[in-house]
């Protein structure tokens, strides 16, 4: 490293400079929906991210974490979380044949989830509904 520079402490001596003449693979952009409630709990939520991608023709495979369920990537995100930021994953993109695989990019949108009681009188309202249907087709 130049005298000055700025370093990397998961970097072994020397290989800081060396990684930034590796190949590496593609970033994976890709833009995942979590509820607002998941937001701050300590076992995490899983999101959905594709482990391949087709990119220029050729089917690329994402750099996967060990721990992470197939198919996705556990996030803990803090309760103050804000919706439509970006995250970085490094190393979990596009693997690259002889170097290092690239970033994932997360884009968070924030949803929010109907509660309980409103999903309930959505139902009973159904169930109302096609009752009262049934018991016109009855009469008639």
């Known amino acids: 490293m130049s005298e000055g520079g700025l370093g990397n402490i998961f ?34 939520v899983d999101a959905p991210v594709p482990e391949q991608r087709t990119i220029d023709g050729k089917v690329v495979r994402r ?3 060990p721990g992470d369920p197939p198919g996705m990537v556990r996030l803990h995100l803090p309760a103050d979380f804000k919706d439509g930021a970006a995250l970085r994953l490094r190393g ?22 109907p509660s309980s ?24």
Not at 18 to 30: A, S
Not at 92 to 113: C, F, H, K, P
């Open 92 to 113: 979990q993109g596009g693997r690259s044949e002889g170097g290092r695989a690239g970033d994932l990019l997360l884009t968070v949108r924030l949803v929010d989830e």
């Open 63 to 65: 750099n996967t974490t």
């Open 11 to 44: 970097d072994a001596a020397g290989k800081g400079e060396q990684d930034r003449h590796t190949p590496r693979g593609p970033d994976f952009r890709v833009e995942v929906q979590i509820p607002r409630s998941a937001l701050g709990g300590e076992a995490g």
């Open 117 to 140: 009681s409103l999903l309930w009188w959505v139902v009973l309202l159904a169930v109302v509904l096609a009752g009262g249907a049934a018991w016109a087709l009855l009469r008639t």
